[in-house]
């Protein structure tokens, strides 16, 4: 199984980046790696992950 956060706390997250939190300051307020906590937040606001290279049109 993945690891994955509960649903309280991606909703946690973004609740707190909505109301300006840093995500350093998310992460320590919920005990969590702020790369983590900037995932959740690119995933909400539709970014893709730094990690996924973008898909090549030519295949």
């Known amino acids: 199984m993945a690891n994955q956060l ?3 706390d991606q909703q ?3 609740a707190l980046a909505g109301r300006g939190w840093s995500n350093r300051r998310i ?3 919920l005990g969590v790696h702020r ?3 900037a995932r959740y937040v ?3 606001r539709g970014e893709l992950p730094a990690a996924v290279p973008p ?3 030519n295949s």
């Open 35 to 37: 790369e983590t906590v």
């Open 12 to 14: 946690a997250i973004i």
């Open 42 to 44: 690119n995933l909400a």
């Open 27 to 29: 992460a320590e307020e």
């Open 6 to 8: 509960g649903m309280a």
């Open 55 to 57: 898909q090549d049109s």
